[in-house]
């Protein structure tokens, strides 16, 4: 889909393009316009994603060069030499009174790209993503983990940081996040908030999870459970009397279970499914839809780690946990095929974009 927009992307002095203006009024329009996302590709026009549909932008596609500097005009020299060692680079970017972005640049094909994200500068809350109340109580809770998983894009972070402000807003306690980049920055309100960055605050999230512990946190946000040694400090975390709150890229609840226990070696799998059928508290798995009335409406699937959920972990019946979902809606579980006909009968999603996201779509 070609998106038509009368843009004055490029600045002409001295018959130079000045191409930090080209790509601040490139991120302008994305908020303009409603995007999530904004795309740089060498033989491309920029390219911006507006409710999951990707738009090109009428112009000039980017050479290698001008790909190039359009980048790099966002970087510090810093920035720019550990891009060209590393080949990947992930940093948060704000444009004052604007918004912030969180920005990933890679090489393709020897060119250099860009993928920036749009992060409102309002911090979310939970009501206004229709976020079930039962995720309120979770919140209350002194220890243990809960986990906010889907696939790239579903909202995560947004989900996250809404969890971070009604924590921030009713609870008296410090909370310390952990990101990469930081996305939504928080005001404190009743608690006490420390944020802290990947590459400016921290070496890596095994470092900064291993001395977060002499930090006198209450609840602690992990951006994302990435790899092995990541995965088994925020369970330990959990165990120590922390409220954990994390990310995984998994599609269900049972999925999650099955990526945290499959990521260990075989001999220790036993003892960390034990860990995570005594931590574990919940887990929100979601995904987006188009809205029927136009933006973006999440759908979900609320697993809370009862007695009967505990035991299945266990003892590695994790295939039974949707059945334990599906006869536990009194609880406040709710399986992802049950509120997408919740959203169709409410009208904010349509039924054919509702079965394209069914397991078992004849239900509809």
Do not use: W
């Not at 920036?116 to 206004?128: F, G, N, Y």
């Not at 995904?287 to 009967?308: D, F, H, P, T, Y």
């Amino acid at each position: 889909m070609l998106l038509y927009c009368t843009l004055k992307l490029l600045k002409i002095i001295n018959n130079k393009r000045t191409y930090s203006m080209e790509i601040l009024s490139l991120f302008k329009l994305g908020v303009e316009k409603g995007a999530s996302d904004i795309h740089i590709i060498v033989g491309k026009p920029p390219v911006i994603r507006i409710d999951g549909v990707l738009n090109e932008i009428e112009g000039a596609a980017f050479t290698r060069g001008s790909a190039k500097e359009s980048i790099y005009s966002l970087l510090t020299s810093f920035q720019q030499k550990l891009f060209e060692t590393d080949r990947e680079l992930d940093f948060s970017y704000e444009i004052k009174n604007v918004s912030r972005f969180r920005v990933n640049i890679h090489f393709e094909k020897e060119s250099p790209g860009l993928v920036a994200r749009i992060v409102s500068t309002t911090v979310p809350i939970l009501d206004e993503l229709l976020m079930p109340q039962i995720v309120k109580k979770f919140l209350k809770m002194r220890e243990g983990l809960i986990l906010v998983t889907g696939p790239t894009g579903c909202g995560k972070s947004t989900t996250l940081a809404a969890m971070i402000n009604e924590i921030n807003e009713t609870r008296n306690c410090h909370i310390i996040t952990l990101e990469d980049p930081i996305e939504f920055l928080f005001t404190a309100k009743k608690s006490i908030i420390r944020q802290r960055q990947l590459g400016n605050d921290m070496k890596s999230f095994k470092e900064g999870l291993k001395h977060v512990l002499r930090q006198d946190p209450n609840v602690i946000m992990v951006g994302e459970m990435r790899d092995l040694e990541s995965i088994a400090a925020t369970i330990t975390l959990a165990e120590t009397g922390h409220l954990v709150l994390a990310t995984l890229h998994t599609f269900s609840a049972a999925q999650t279970v099955d990526r945290i226990i499959d990521s260990f070696p075989p001999y220790q799998q036993p003892q960390v499914r034990l860990q995570v059928s005594i931590t574990l508290r919940a887990i929100i798995s979601q995904q987006l839809l188009r809205g029927a009335r136009g933006g973006r409406v999440s759908s979900r699937e609320i697993l809370i780690n009862n007695n009967a959920v505990s035991n299945l972990i266990r003892e590695n019946k994790i295939a039974q946990i949707k059945t334990v979902i599906q006869t536990s809606a009194e609880e406040g579980m709710i399986t992802m095929d049950n509120d997408l006909k919740r959203l169709v009968a409410e009208g904010l999603v349509d039924i054919e974009d509702a079965k394209a996201h069914m397991l078992n779509p004849d239900q509809l």
